[in-house]
């Protein structure tokens, strides 16, 4: 008789035990779901204020533009984006003169003003593909990364001078380096 009891009571500890279990199983379940409708969501609302915030940039780059006189014309061609890391709206403006196959992009804020970056030079200086070897020697300027241009020197320089001061500098590689730098401007 003592077995039966402990028997039944045995089994009616493993019925509330499954019972527990089973419960909190189905609570799981419905938590993760939640989870999942809560995240999808999130995410439907992030990329909506992502695009908001990309097309709100693209007209205050427009506006900038406009504002400074800049009108497209032939080798001359902007690219905006919002940076939600800085939460400010980058513009690079790019101008090329085929006759004197010079580049110069510039990087700016384009709700502030305020200008972070510029690039003067060529997109190849190499004599073998140039078949110039004057081409490059005797241009100026400079690559600055600051965002207050008007202070002098700017906080960051990589000046070019040209081939008379060495190879890689106001040329196609100074200009790829260039736009790995500002690359963290002008993505998200």
Known sequence: MLVKIGLVTLSAVAIAL?????????????????IRELK??????????????????????????ASRGWKAAFGSSYDNRFNSRLNKCFVLVSEYSVKAEF??????????GRHYATYNGHNICEVA?????????????????????????????????????GGGAGDEHTQTAFLDRVRSFTSQ
């Open 129 to 165: 593909i140039s078949k110039n070897p004057r081409k490059c020697a005797l241009d100026s300027g400079s690559i600055w990364f600051d965002g207050d241009d008007s202070r002098l020197p700017a906080d960051f320089t990589v000046g070019f001078r040209g081939l008379l001061y």
């Open 40 to 65: 999808t969501a999130l995410a439907t609302k992030s990329q909506e204020q992502g695009l908001a915030l990309q097309i709100r940039c693209a007209a205050n780059a427009q506006q900038f533009l």
């Open 18 to 34: 499954g019972t527990c279990v089973f419960s909190m199983n189905r609570t799981i379940r419905q938590q993760i779901q939640q």
């Open 103 to 112: 580049r110069t992009l510039d990087l700016y804020d384009a709700v502030e």
